[in-house]
């Protein structure tokens, strides 16, 4: 099993950065897991793809709407994700999700094929 705890949000201003934390634990995680990724939903809104990076390559992809202010990374070492959010938006608040995926996917945008999940971490950018 693989478990997954999100920390670092909180409440920023319009211009702000955060670092968001994904700790990662279970004896398959290393061996299971091919990428971790963050999804965030707004009140009313759905789920929504963020940004994710394959664990043993490292290759990043990015929402077009996050793209340039948005940068994710991991440490193998710690089995640990990160999303820096930096130049962040009223837009940008929302509860943020950790998710990770199995097996290797071109539909990676996709929620339904991440099957671990974090808790939720809450973001939340005043104007």
């Known amino acids: 099993q693989v478990q997954l705890v999100e920390s670092g949000g909180g409440l920023v201003q319009t211009g702000g950065s955060l670092r968001l934390s994904c700790a990662a634990s279970?004896?398959?995680?290393?061996?299971?897991?091919?990428?971790v990724g963050w999804f965030r939903q707004a009140p009313g809104n759905e789920r929504e793809f963020v940004a994710t990076i394959g664990w043993s390559g490292g290759s990043t992809y990015y929402s077009d709407s996050v793209k340039g202010r948005f940068t994710i990374s991991r440490d193998t070492a710690d089995n640990t994700v990160y999303l820096q959010m930096n130049s962040l938006k009223p837009e940008d608040t929302a509860v943020y999700y950790c998710?990770?995926?199995?097996?290797?996917?071109?539909?990676?945008?996709?929620?339904?094929?991440?099957?671990?999940w974090g808790q939720g971490t809450q973001v939340t950018v005043s104007s």
């Open positions: 279970g004896r398959t995680f290393s061996s299971d897991v091919r990428a």
């Open positions: 998710a990770a995926r199995r097996g290797s996917s071109s539909s990676y945008v996709s929620s339904l094929v991440y099957q671990y």
